[in-house]
Structure formats: structure tokens, C-alpha cells
């Protein structure tokens, strides 16, 4: 669901005075490296897995943003330690929407070294730096304490805004993230 609100992210952000701070979250980590079918994932069959593809290519559509055909979910763990990294060096937005096409639309597996390199090398990351936080799992810490704070925050879903003490779950209009942000003192940019 964040690939089906990355608009509305970048719309608000350049309307209000805010920064967007994404976190890491824990979906369905128990995925294999070679990835998981989406019927095995939900238990459920393959006609009900086209059911699901095809609403959220619907989604996808009356947002403006294209969809591939998925049948497999990956780990997303690395791709969240090379996302926190990319953060540091002011190209986390970009990497973090190069991923969401890389998995929505090309149907790439990001628990693959090879396929995070790649990502990295399009968004301008230094590719020898991105493989050392790869190699190292410099980041794996940082991925862990986001994952140990949505827990302590009971965040169950993605995507979940948080403003303060105030909290929306789920895939939500444009109209409902800037009611969040202004009952929280956001202020339009001039």
C-alpha cells in the first residue's frame, strides 16, 4: 500500500511544512530469499490471488501509477537496511520509490544483492559503499529498532502515518493525511 500513496506523500510534503521520516516495518520477514508465492502467503487459491492483483491494479490505475503481475512476495529486509543507509545520503526518497517500482511494477525480488546493487547504482548511490552496508549489515541495528518501535507502537499495517500521538492505518486519501498533519500544527508552505 505505500507504493499506492507515494503521491500523495510527495504532494503533501511540497504543500506543507513537514518531513517525511519512513521506518522500517516487519512484512511477513519470514519470507524466503527466493521469494513466496502470494497463494502460499495468504493461503489461499489462485483465483483468489488474481482477485487481489487485479483490485490492486485498479488502485494502481486510478492513482496514475503503472502495476506489473505479481504472483511472489520477497524479503524486504535488505532492501529496508539499504533504504535506512540511502537516508543518510539524502537519496532515501529516491531509492525508496525505485524500490517500490522495482517490486510493483517489475516484480523484482529485493532480497537479492545483485537487484539492491542495481537499484542503488539508478537512484546515483555509491555502489561501493552500498555493498559494504549489504556486506557488513551495518544497518541491520537501525532496521531492528524500527521494527522493535512499531511493535511498542502496536503498528500492525503499512502503510501507518504517525503525527505526535495521532495515527492513521491503511491506504488513505489526500484529504485524510492533510486533516492529520494541520490537527497537528502543520502549516502550508508560502
Request: hydrophobic share 40%.
Amino acid at each position: 500500500w505505500c507504493y499506492f500513496i507515494t503521491g500523495s506523500i510527495e504532494r503533501l510534503q511540497k504543500e506543507y511544512d513537514i518531513t517525511i521520516q519512513w521506518r522500517a516495518f516487519p512484512l511477513h520477514p519470514e519470507t524466503p530469499e527466493d521469494g513466496q508465492l502470494l497463494e502460499d502467503l495468504f493461503r489461499v487459491s489462485p483465483e483468489k490471488v488474481q482477485e487481489m492483483v487485479s483490485r490492486l491494479k485498479r488502485t494502481a490505475e486510478a492513482c496514475g501509477l503503472p502495476f506489473g503481475e505479481r504472483t511472489m512476495t520477497c524479503n524486504s529486509r535488505l532492501a529496508q537496511e539499504l533504504g535506512l543507509w540511502a537516508e543518510t545520503t539524502g537519496k532515501g526518497e529516491a531509492f525508496h520509490m525505485a524500490a517500490f517500482r522495482a517490486y510493483f511494477v517489475d516484480g523484482i525480488n529485493l532480497a537479492k544483492v545483485p537487484a539492491l546493487l542495481q537499484l542503488a547504482r539508478d537512484v546515483g548511490l555509491p555502489l561501493e559503499e552500498a555493498e559494504e552496508v549489504l556486506e557488513s549489515r551495518s544497518y541491520q541495528g537501525a532496521v531492528d529498532k524500527d521494527w522493535a518501535e512499531s511493535k511498542f507502537k502496536n503498528i500492525t499495517a503499512v502503510p501507518t502515518f504517525v503525527m505526535n500521538r495521532h495515527k492513521l492505518v491503511g491506504a488513505q486519501g489526500y484529504e485524510s493525511l492533510v486533516a492529520m498533519v494541520t490537527e497537528n500544527g502543520a502549516r502550508k508552505r508560502q
